[in-house]
């Protein structure tokens, strides 16, 4: 099981792959779900149940389903080592508004059902398929093109994108382990503006945004 906050996300899971087993709310009335017994608590029997600082109106209590791929997809990312729950959360939200349909992730990136990486997602993960699997085993097998971040990589501004590939992004202090770099068929890289150089990096779930912001945009 898993849970889910606020009422916009929770109205949403009628219509997903997810199942919802039971319903908590301070305001039974205010959520838009037929045919489910809400069961009517107080503020401060939400805070107790609530992983978040300021809880919202309903906690929703859902049931972990099974992975599978998608299949074959045109575009898809592939998280190497991502540890913080916002920066997945964020980078679910990027994918599923850029029309995204698949994450592939390492086996030691952080969890999808985290609580934080859920509240970041901001309802995302319901229409994002997102896998766990070795990913080094998985990229070997792979024919298309797998683009990968890099310092020293070709200028993300300058680069002609093949119709379909896959996106590496690497772990937030690491990069992109050296296993999963040997894999990689193309480097990019966002080239740095500013006169002081003084920035080493960028946050991952920023500069997939850049990314994916050049993707879709070159037509």
């Known amino acids: 099981m898993f849970l889910v906050e606020g009422n916009k996300t929770i109205a949403e899971i009628p219509s997903t792959k997810y199942k919802i087993t039971d319903l908590y709310s301070v305001n039974p009335s205010s959520l838009p779900i037929k045919n489910h017994v809400i069961t009517a608590i107080t503020p401060q029997e939400l805070k107790k149940i609530s992983f978040l600082k300021h809880?919202?109106?309903?906690?929703?209590v859902c049931e972990l389903r099974r992975e599978e791929t998608?299949?074959?997809?045109?575009?898809?990312?592939?998280?190497?080592?991502?540890?913080?729950?916002?920066?997945?959360?964020?980078i679910i939200r990027l994918a599923d508004w850029f029309g995204i349909p698949q994450i592939i992730?390492?086996?030691?990136?952080?969890?999808?059902?985290?609580?934080?990486?859920?509240q970041a997602s901001m309802g995302s993960f319901l229409r994002v398929n997102v896998f766990y699997q070795d990913i080094e085993s998985y990229l070997k097998e792979n024919t298309s093109p797998v683009l990968g971040t890099d310092m020293e990589g070709e200028n993300?501004?300058?680069?002609?994108?093949?119709?379909?590939?896959?996106?590496?992004?690497?772990?937030?202090?690491?990069?992109i382990r050296p296993e999963i770099e040997r894999l990689l068929t193309d480097r990019i890289t966002i080239p740095r503006f500013g006169e002081s150089r003084a920035?080493?990096?960028?946050?991952?779930?920023?500069?997939?945004?850049?990314?994916?912001?050049?993707?879709?945009?070159?037509?």
Do not use: H, W
């Open 199 to 219: 920035t080493e990096s960028l946050n991952v779930s920023m500069a997939a945004g850049i990314i994916l912001g050049q993707i879709f945009g070159r037509n």
């Open 55 to 60: 809880p919202k109106d309903s906690v929703a």
């Open 156 to 175: 993300l501004y300058q680069f002609n994108f093949p119709e379909k590939f896959s996106l590496v992004l690497g772990n937030e202090g690491n990069g």
């Open 70 to 90: 998608v299949g074959d997809v045109p575009i898809q990312l592939i998280l190497d080592g991502v540890q913080d729950p916002g920066n997945l959360g964020t």
């Open 105 to 118: 992730c390492s086996l030691d990136t952080v969890d999808i059902f985290n609580p934080k990486v859920i």
